[in-house]
């Protein structure tokens, strides 16, 4: 079993940065994948980037590439995203995934594929 906890989110001005956090409970954080989700209001869940368990492999959203950078502290049990360039767009409620995989865009972007969620973080981008 695996826990997880957002924190970081808040709201900014368009063009600002956050860095949001995950911290995961349990000894076999280094086994799980990764990743970042996000829900905009009145839309569907959306991938947004991930990372393979030793952090030698990671993925974007074309949405977020060369804006939003993860990354992954595996002595902390915590997975990171630097949100730079923030748009208004950008505002939703992110959620921290973890996942025993790692494969194709497919999978690695499938919410399918990760087994457990945290209770997300509210981001807000004003312009």
């Known amino acids: 079993q695996v826990q997880l906890i957002e924190s970081g989110g808040g709201l900014v001005q368009a063009g600002g940065s956050l860095r949001l956090s995950c911290a995961a409970s349990?000894?076999?954080?280094?086994?799980?994948?990764m990743a970042w989700f996000r829900q905009g209001p009145g839309k569907e869940r959306e991938f947004v980037a991930a990372?393979?368990?030793?952090?030698?492999?990671?993925y974007y959203a074309d949405s977020v590439k060369g804006r939003f950078t993860i990354s992954r502290d595996n002595a902390k049990n915590t997975v990171y995203l630097q949100m730079n360039s923030l748009k208004p767009e950008d505002t939703a409620v992110y959620y921290c995934a973890a996942a025993r995989v790692w494969g194709s865009s497919a999978v690695v972007a499938g919410s399918r594929s990760y087994d457990y969620w945290g209770q997300g973080t509210q981001v807000t981008v004003s312009s």
């Open positions: 349990g000894r076999t954080f280094t086994t799980y994948s």
């Open positions: 990372i393979k368990w030793d952090g030698g492999s990671t």
